[in-house]
């Protein structure tokens, strides 16, 4: 009896466990790009850092812990929800502060973040500068770009990516560096 409830409870856990890593890999479903438009997809997430996405238009959605600005956006909607507070609402400027999420379609001037638990898909067309810190397990977040299998790290300088990928726009590999061999080590 013992050993068929652990069975039973390991092969639910399996599920669940396989049914969670596919959702998360499908990401959220986006409409269709309008005619004549060419548009790229992007995930990014951190545990700490911030971003600003520049003159970017299309679909945008995020949940976060910390202050975002849109500014200037026009023609489409944008939705806020969770334990958020609008801030400011001025010249064009909209801040919220708290937890939650965030969905912006149209075009924008800006949007720009910054704090913590962070996670966004963005399927449009635009740039993107990314700047992450050192959480405490010394992880700064990742992203990628048309495909979920080419996942890249933020940097802690400021990095910028275009959206869509132009052809030939070089992605980063990191480069173990060793010791030189005069110095000692």
Do not use: C
């Amino acid at each position: 009896m013992r050993r068929s409830a652990i069975a039973a409870l390991t092969g639910l856990v399996l599920a669940v466990g396989v049914g969670v890593s596919i959702a998360q890999q499908a990401g959220p479903s986006f409409a269709p790009a309008p005619a004549g438009k060419n548009y790229g997809r992007m995930h990014f997430e951190t545990k700490l850092g911030s971003f600003r996405v520049i003159n970017g238009e299309g679909q945008f959605r995020m949940t976060f812990k910390g202050t975002v600005l849109v500014s200037q956006h026009k023609d489409g909607a944008l939705n806020v929800s969770g334990n958020v507070r609008k801030e400011i609402d001025e010249r064009g400027r909209k801040v919220y502060f708290g937890q939650g999420r965030l969905e912006v379609t149209g075009q924008w001037r800006a949007i720009q973040w910054f704090g913590r638990d962070m996670s966004a898909d963005w399927f449009g067309a635009g740039m993107v500068q990314l700047k992450g810190e050192f959480d405490k397990d010394l992880n700064t977040g990742t992203f990628w770009v048309d495909d979920p299998k080419q996942v890249q790290y933020w940097q802690t300088s400021l990095i910028t990516v275009l959206l869509p990928n132009p052809a030939g726009q070089d992605t980063q590999e990191p480069i173990e560096r060793s010791a030189a061999p005069n110095q000692g080590r």
